[in-house]
Nanobody, 123 residues
Framework: VQLQAYGGGLVQAGGSLRLSCAAS????????MGWFRQAPGKEREVVAV????????YYADSVKGRFTISRDDAKNTVSLLMDSLKPEDTAVYYC?????????????????WGQGTLVTSPA
């Protein structure tokens, strides 16, 4: 499956942004979908994960209550709504697809990655 993330940009702290990830090649319904991010000089970290059919979600503590992951398998898309953005949310955000049957939270569990989209939230 090919993944294309988009929607990044510059948003002042406290603002909102919605990232989307479009899949092609195979339906997203076959995969657990996740969003990761990588800030300059840091390791790539999980942000949010959504199970097949969207029955379960996982959020990193740093974004819990501010970010919302959702999926629309009919449109082969996954979204990440980011509210109350903070400067520490500044990073390149990646969407990824996992064949895992569980909520996959580790990078190695993901089989396919999008190219990343930059989110910048200055103070």
């Amino acid at each position: 499956v090919q993944l294309q993330a988009y929607g990044g940009g510059l948003v002042q702290a406290g603002g909102s942004l919605r990232l989307s990830c479009a899949a092609s090649g195979r339906t997203t319904g076959n995969y657990v979908m996740g969003w990761f991010r990588q800030a300059p000089g840091k390791e790539r970290e999980v942000v949010a994960v959504i199970s097949r059919r969207g029955v379960a979600t996982y959020y990193a503590d740093s974004v819990k209550g501010r970010f919302t992951i959702s999926r629309d398998d009919a449109k082969n898309t996954v979204s990440l709504l980011m509210d109350s953005l903070k400067p520490e949310d500044t990073a390149v955000y990646y969407c990824a697809a996992s064949s895992s049957v569980y909520l996959a939270k580790l990078k190695y569990q993901y089989d396919f990655w999008g190219q990343g989209t930059l989110v910048t939230s200055p103070a």
